[in-house]
């Protein structure tokens, strides 16, 4: 009786404990109900930063070595293993693997580009996996 005629409490009650669990739910619900559009812009920076940059490079040491860059046919297959006719100047492989999209999905290649006349073109496709506006590319 001394405890409560000071305002002293000891413990939560049940309606605090209850208030406290519903607000843990409600948050969660609503992290989980986000969480495709959290994981969506970083996949788009993850593709984003290989068309802009990560490929740029070998094939720009691909141009310089061979003189060109590959054709659309050949593709960013030319990185990693020399074209019919190349072999003589190739220096590769000039990367690993051709990873794919955040989307498990390859990237697109075009030399000469649509978007980049004088240059090449790469880009995903994007979550949908097809032409569309959500492309990804380096223009």
């Known amino acids: 009786m001394k405890n409560r005629k000071h305002g002293v409490r000891r413990a939560f009650t049940l309606f605090e404990i209850l208030i406290v669990i519903g607000l843990m739910a409600l948050l969660v619900s ?5 969480l495709d559009k959290i994981m969506s812009g970083a996949q788009d920076s993850l593709a984003k930063s290989f068309v802009k940059g990560g490929v740029q490079t070998p094939l720009m ?4 070595a061979v003189g060109h860059y590959p054709s659309t046919e050949e593709g960013l297959a030319a990185l990693i293993k020399a074209p019919e006719g190349s072999e003589e100047n190739w220096k590769g ?18 030399f000469p580009g649509t978007h980049n006349a004088d240059s090449f073109d790469v880009w995903s496709l994007g979550p949908d996996g097809v032409q569309s506006d959500d492309d990804i590319g380096n223009w």
């Open 30 to 34: 609503f992290v989980v109900g986000n």
């Open 61 to 64: 040491a691909y141009k310089l």
């Open 93 to 110: 492989p000039y990367i690993k693997e051709i990873p794919l999209d955040p989307w498990k999905k390859p990237y697109q290649y075009a």
